[in-house]
């Protein structure tokens, strides 16, 4: 089993930045794709972007430029550098770990982008 613990969220205005952060630890096997996804209220979960333990990344359009994945092998930690946050990005972020043995969801962090 693959424990993961979102954190960072929070409130920020249009044009700020937030940081989140994903903590994984279990079984997580060292070959794995960690991923952020949103969902926004009476919207389907969407995927953000993604991250495979050898560094590739990936992104959806409407965040390229704006968001940064990134990941510490060590820590077994995931992160998301989000900036010039857009009301749209308003919705609840979850982690997700994909490995050998499963797929793996956080419980959610909070994003909300207000003036």
């Known amino acids: 089993q693959v424990q993961l613990v979102e954190s960072g969220g929070g409130l920020a205005q249009p044009g700020g930045s937030l940081r989140l952060s994903c903590a994984a630890s279990?079984?997580?096997?060292?070959?794995?794709?960690m991923g952020w996804y949103r969902q926004a209220p009476g919207k389907e979960r969407e995927l953000v972007a993604t991250?495979?333990?050898?560094?590739?990344?990936a992104y959806a359009d409407s965040v390229k430029g704006r968001f940064t994945v990134s990941r510490d092998n060590a820590k077994n930690t995931m992160y998301m550098q989000m900036n010039s946050l857009k009301p749209e990005d308003t919705a609840v972020y979850y982690c997700?770990?994909?490995?050998?043995?499963?797929?793996?969801w956080g419980q959610g962090t909070q994003v909300t982008v207000s003036s």
């Open positions: 991250i495979s333990s050898g560094g590739s990344t």
């Open positions: 997700n770990l994909n490995n050998r043995w499963g797929n793996y």
């Open positions: 279990g079984s997580i096997f060292s070959f794995n794709v």
